[in-house]
């Protein structure tokens, strides 16, 4: 169970800090909720103590892994495939696992790509969703700006 304050990560989200817990009555019943602030959208999530795991709701990581991420993410595995249809199925499933290297293979993919070919309208916005929730666990862990991150990451892609 997770306490205020504590820096967590949603796999649709991003990171956030829980502002609180509170006791909320849903369909009749007193459930638990985690109150999720998440700072880069200014989005407030609630969500019940027992669906965490469902959601795929972890810890972020700390910061040795993030620099060690960081650093790594210019060599990351990122191949995709030619169907746009199965690229966006693959890097759906990508993103909904909340495994921050999967969501490093998105961004990357899709960076070099859109450097390459382009990019559809759906596959920039999923670039875009794919950066803020990468960048957002970063900046959390690394107590560091938004754009501070953004910078590194587009210097190591480029």
């Not at 620099?67 to 966006?88: F, G, K, Q, V, Y």
């Not at 909904?96 to 450097?115: F, I, N, P, W, Y």
Request: glycine content about 6%; proline content about 2%.
């Amino acid at each position: 169970m997770f306490q205020i304050g504590d820096k967590i990560a949603h796999p649709s989200h991003g990171a956030g800090v829980i502002d609180s817990i509170e006791e909320i009555s849903s369909n009749g019943c007193l459930r638990m909720f985690y109150i999720l602030k998440i700072p880069d959208k200014g989005l407030v999530l609630k969500f019940t103590i027992e669906s965490m795991e469902q959601i795929g709701v972890r810890p972020i990581i700390d910061s040795t892994k993030a620099d060690e991420l960081m650093a790594a993410i210019s060599n990351i595995d990122a191949e995709m495939t030619a169907n746009w249809n199965r690229r966006h199925r693959e890097n759906a499933e990508r993103m909904k696992s909340g495994d921050l290297l999967e969501v490093a293979r998105v961004v990357k993919g899709l960076m070099t790509r859109d450097v390459e070919k382009g990019l559809s309208t759906s596959e920039r916005a999923m670039l875009n969703n794919a950066k803020q929730i990468f960048i957002s666990e970063i900046v959390l862990s690394k107590k560091l700006t938004y754009e501070e991150v953004e910078s590194r990451l587009n210097a190591s892609l480029a």
